[in-house]
Nanobody
Framework: QLQLVESGGGLVQPGGSRRLSCAFS????????IGWFRQAPGKEREGVSC????????KYADSVKGRFTASRDNTKDTVYLQMNSLQPEDTAVYYC???????????????WGQGTQVTVSP
């Protein structure tokens, strides 16, 4: 059974950094497109990043470009989202998601983690 479990959320001061982890099981990472999303209170879910081509290409939302980096460690069955220069507007529940594929970022994903809260506040 395919599972995704996020961790690493918490309270961060503005300008700080945080690394989120998404441990996966039940599938081969390179066969799937991995996305990171976030949803702030009262707002629609926003795509943060999408990693394709077996991990070789990642697209980022303009709002996080240059500050967030998605990566993976196949030996640990884990994908990561390194978040730097965090600001209060980055406060949200962050989710990782997976969908079988290689070449395209899907409009929707088949599998989702439970989410982890990131709060950026003094």
């Amino acid at each position: 059974q395919l599972q995704l479990v996020e961790s690493g959320g918490g309270l961060v001061q503005p300008g700080g950094s945080r690394r989120l982890s998404c441990a996966f099981s039940g599938f081969t990472l390179d066969d799937y497109v991995i996305g990171w999303f976030r949803q702030a209170p009262g707002k629609e879910r926003e795509g943060v990043s999408c990693t394709m081509f077996g991990g070789r290409i990642t697209k980022y939302a303009d709002s996080v470009k240059g500050r967030f980096t998605a990566s993976r460690d196949n030996t640990k069955d884990t994908v990561y989202l390194q978040m730097n220069s965090l600001q209060p507007e980055d406060t949200a529940v962050y989710y990782c998601a997976a969908s079988r594929g290689f070449y395209h970022c899907p409009n929707d994903y088949d599998y989702w983690g439970q989410g982890t809260q990131v709060t950026v506040s003094p």
